[in-house]
Every structure is written in C-alpha cells, then in structure tokens.
C-alpha cells in the first residue's frame, strides 16, 4: 500500500507540469488526492483479491489449521483434499455435466435466437410485431412466477432429471434477450448483400447461413458470451429441475451440497478445493477474454 | 411462387423457437396466473378455484411481510450504494488521471483495476455465497473474524446476528456487483466527448466539478439503466441468500426474501397455488418498480 501511495506522489509533478496546450500556469493538484484515490482503488482491489486468495490457499490446509488462525498460511503443501474434491465430491463430474448442458444449450440459444431474430427483423409477413413482442414480453417476467408450472411442464414431458429437459428449458428461457439483441442487430446490416445473393440465386436459408450469420460475428460474439456466462452461472432451474439424480448435477448445485456436507462429514480442505477448482476455470478464460466478456455483458445490459 | 418460398421460410425459421418458447416459458406463466387462484399442491389431477384466498392469506402471512420488507431494503440500498461506488471508481479510472497532452486520461493502472474489479461478475452466485459463508465464519477461522481476534478484538456473528445478517448478505451482492457497473459507467464516460472535459479544465474546474457538471448529467441514461437492473436484482436474491441463510432465512426469518419463499413453498410444501400467488405478488412488485422508475427518472435527452 504504502508504494503505490509513493508511486503516485512521485508521478505526479511529472502529471502537473501541464504541456503547451495550456497557457494557465499549472493549478496546484492536491497530490493527496490523488494518493487517496489510489488508495481507494486498491482497497477494492484486495476485497477482491483477498477472500479468492484465502480460498485457495485453504485448499491446502489440514482441518485443524482452517479452524485456527484464519490469516496463518497452510503449514505444508497439501495436495490430497484436491484429489477428494475431483473424484470422492464429484467435482469433475459436476464439471462434465455442466460443460455438456451449456455447450449444447449455449449452442441451441445461438442457433434458435438468431434464426428467429433473423426472421423478424428482415421480414415483413402478418404477425411479425405480434411474435416480436411475444418474446421480447418474456424479459418482464420473473422467472420465480412460473417456477411451480415449469416444474409440471417438465414433468410432463418426461424430462425431469435429465440434461436434455434442462438444456431445452436454458434456451427457452434465453431467447428474450437473445431474440431482442440480435434482432437489434440485424436491423442494422445493409440490405444490399443480401438481395446481391438474392438476385446471384441464394436461397434464403442459404442467404442466413453464409452472409448474413457472418455479417453479424460481433453481435454474435457478445451474446454467446453472454449466455455461456448466465447459463454457467444458473442455480435456480437445475436445482428445481435435476432434483434427484446426483449424478447430473452441474457445478453450481455441487458446490452448494459440497457446502452443506463439508459440516457434517468435517472435509473442510476438499470444500475450498471444490471452491478452487470451480472459480480457477472461470478465471483462466475470464483473463484470456475479459476484453469481449467486459463488452459483452456491457453491450448486453444497454441495449 | 417465391412469396410461397419466403413465407415457408420464416415458417421453418420460427417453428423451434416458437415451439420451445410458447412451451416452457409462456405456459407456465399463464398457468401460474391460473393456478395463483387454487389451492393446487402437484398431486391433484383437478384445479380447485378458491378465488382470492391465496391472496388474502398471504397478505396477513407475516413471512410474507418479512420478505417484503427484506426487499424493501435491499431495493433502497443495493442500487445506491453500488451506483456510488461504481460512478466514483469509474470517474477515477477514466478521468481521474487529470488532463495531460491530448486528453483526460485514467489512472495508473486502471486496465489492472478494471479486470479486478469485474471478475466476481463473472463468478456464480451459488460459488460466490459459498465462499463468502467461509469468509463471515462467526469464529476466529473466518478470514474477516480472524482479522478482527488479531486485533484483539470479538468476533462478531455476521450471518448469526438477526440485525446484521442482511446487512452482511447485501455487502456480498455490492461486491459481486460493483465491476459490472464500474464498466458500465465507464464505456458511457468514453463516449463523452473529451473537448467537455478540457474545455472545462481550461476554465479551471476541478475534478468535483468536471464530475458533477458534466459526467453525471452526461451519463443519467447509463445510470438509469443501471438503476433499474439493481432494483430489479432486489427482488431475486435467491441463489445467494438460498446459500448463505438456508431455506429459512436465518436467523429466524431475517433474510428471507419472496423467491427463497416461493421456491419453499412449491417444492418443500408442495403448495403450488400459494407459491403461485407469491410469484404473481412479486411479478408486480417488479413490473411497479421498472415502470415507476423509467417514469420518474424520465426526462429530456441530452444530445451529444
């Protein structure tokens, strides 16, 4: 802490001594402030950093060290409660399992979005604004209301406890948005390319596939990112939706009964084990692709 | 013939997502609205209407009031706070390196800042609570505890206390959200023209200043946004409070919120119609708040 305040006041005369551009003679900037506002940053930045870093340094403590001294570092380097977390928790299960729904679902949103997004947004037929609206009306609702029905719906079909019932129930409910920003989207690509293809023969799924999906790469981009996040993340649909059958859970509802079962069978190590494996994944790709995650989420919530 | 061809090809297009869409998001719905008037539990193969009285019980059912008032307080404080914070660090990270050369310019070390601040964003809820739940450990094992019994202070029951319980869930829901906002803010700040900015240091304003006069009114549609997105996460809280307080609430109801309820309700109670008219409560609640505040917030646009 106390370097980055030195830092600041060291860079900044170099910061005050203003070029030509203006002929004021320097105002006089506090260099407290400054110090203060690096201060500030860095605090938010340990909240951060700190509680991620103790996890995964408990990861490789005994249980007696993790009910001592919150603070001490673990006294040897213990890899056995990763290996418990992976194969006796389940980890690696629970990753498999949430590695197939989202991948199937991620794709299934991507591909059922655009077509209709597509549709709507470049084709004028009887009730385009009525299905326009039909699933953009779907963001107003909380999910929580249908909760109960959702759960019968399912049921019916015989889906319950399976990943195809929980893929199918991801993309439905992610086609709002999706259908809502891509078909924003589409509006906005030139009409020209695609009546060239017309006039070249094209046909029109032909015309989707190959010039229109590529023109829309960027918008593409920003929400699949979008919808792997949300769907990686969702704890609500498959805890009511995969109830019983363990072996199917995703990460999320491992993690939460890891939790619970960490208190009565006393493995506290293979539970931030758990917590490590299940937050170091997310931070490799989040640092390789912060750039388009950070413009994904953001394009996402200003549309 | 070829109005024959597009027509069959906005049909094929719209099939399977009509299908699945009308399937599993909007029957559901409408049935919860139906099923909201009946005293449903899962089992019965009939409807059997009651009228209102779903309604009428919940409005003299104190956990409902608990609940209510739980999100009462988390929608005046998550988006206040967050949107504070978030406005200062983003001001900070774009402009708070003053004017040098071309421009205004952020921070040292402000890419650093951004990537931090934004990754619990990027975390799931259920492992976020999780680990929080190691970190507010009421002993001397939890990191924040642990702090405290070093500097001989007690320990302190953050999840144990009933009027602190809330409080330490709410900090957990500004830490995870606070990054995502920070980005937010800050994209709508790059899109201000930098000329304001120096124009206005030419006049000598200082940082206060240039923040007040001119980033603040400049990004009201930005903060609106964000406004509504963290009043309309007041209203969840599920995965987060589900973890860290149990199905109950606890301490004794302290936290409990209407989806921890509604989800109890249908699924551990098995009173699907009750837990429906909870749900049609809180579709309300939420449609209330996002009106109401795009209507009040409303007002002429500032043209760049």
């Known amino acids: ?303 | 013939m070829e109005r024959l061809r597009k027509y069959g090809f906005v049909a094929a297009f719209l099939a399977v997502p009509v299908a699945l869409y009308s399937v599993f998001v909007i029957s559901p719905y409408i049935q919860a609205f139906q099923i909201s008037l009946t005293d449903w539990n899962g089992y019965k193969s009939r409807l059997h209407y009651i009228g209102l009285d779903n309604f009428t019980r919940l409005f003299g059912d104190e956990v409902f009031w608990r609940a209510l008032r739980n999100h009462g307080i988390l929608l005046l404080v998550l988006p206040l706070v967050t949107v504070v914070i978030a406005l200062f660090f983003a001001f900070l990270l774009n402009l708070g390196g003053g004017t040098r050369g071309a421009g205004m310019k952020g921070i040292w070390g402000s890419r650093f800042y951004r990537v931090v601040f934004f990754f619990p964003q990027v975390l799931a809820v259920a492992v976020v609570g999780v680990l929080f739940k190691a970190v507010y450990r009421p002993d001397e094992s939890g990191v924040i505890n642990g702090a405290l019994v070093k500097l001989g202070l007690d320990p302190v029951g953050w999840l144990v206390e009933p009027n602190l319980a809330l409080w330490a869930i709410l900090a957990v829901m500004i830490w995870q959200a606070v990054g995502f906002y920070v980005v937010l803010f800050s994209a709508g700040m790059a899109a201000i023209p930098k000329d304001y900015f120096e124009a206005a240091a030419l006049d000598g304003a200082g940082r206060a200043r240039l923040f007040f006069s001119i980033t603040l009114p400049l990004l009201r549609d930005t903060i609106q946004v964000g406004w509504v997105y963290l009043g309309i996460a007041a209203f969840d809280g599920f995965a987060l409070i589900l973890v860290l307080a149990g199905d109950k609430g606890e301490p004794d109801g302290a936290t409990t919120v209407l989806p921890v309820e509604i989800w109890k309700t249908a699924f551990t109670y098995s009173k699907v119609g009750y837990a429906s008219a909870m749900g049609v409560v809180l579709f309300f609640l939420t449609v209330t708040f996002a009106v109401l505040t795009l209507r009040t917030t409303r007002r002429e646009r500032i043209e760049l």
Do not use: C
């Open chain 1, 1 to 303: 802490m106390a370097s980055t305040s030195s830092d600041t006041a060291t860079s900044r005369p170099a910061g005050m001594s203003r070029p030509a551009t203006t002929p004021r003679p320097a105002r006089p900037r506090p260099g407290v402030l400054g110090g203060l506002s690096h201060l500030a940053l860095f605090i938010w930045a340990l909240l951060i950093i700190l509680p991620l870093l103790w996890t995964f340094l408990a990861s490789f403590k005994s249980n007696t060290e993790i009910f001592g001294d919150a603070l001490q570092l673990p006294g040897q380097l213990r890899l056995d409660a990763w290996g418990r977390a992976w194969d006796k928790a389940h980890v690696g299960q629970y990753m498999l399992n949430t590695v197939i729904v989202v991948f199937f679902s991620t794709l299934g949103t991507m591909l059922f979005g655009s077509m209709a997004a597509y549709v709507l947004a470049r084709y004028q037929f009887f009730g385009n604004r009525v299905i326009y609206y039909f699933f953009v009306a779907g963001m107003a609702f909380p999910i929580f209301l249908a909760l109960g029905p959702l759960f019968f719906v399912v049921l019916q079909f015989g889906l319950l406890n399976s990943h195809i019932g929980l893929v199918l129930v991801y993309i439905a409910y992610s086609l709002p948005f999706t259908v809502f920003f891509l078909a924003a989207f589409f509006r906005t690509l030139p009409d020209t390319v695609a009546e060239a293809a017309a006039i070249d023969g094209a046909s029109h799924t032909r015309t989707f596939f190959q010039i229109m999906l590529p023109m829309a790469k960027p918008g593409l981009i920003s929400i699949t990112i979008f919808n792997v996040l949300g769907q990686w993340n969702q704890y609500l649909l498959p805890l009511v939706l995969l109830t019983d059958d363990k072996d199917k859970w995703v990460i999320t509802q491992g993690i939460a009964d890891i939790s619970t079962i960490a208190g009565y069978e006393a493995d506290w190590p293979s539970l931030f084990a758990a917590l490590s494996m299940a937050i170091i994944p997310v931070m490799i790709v989040y640092i390789i692709f912060q750039r388009q995650i950070q413009s994904g989420l953001g394009a996402g919530a200003l549309k």
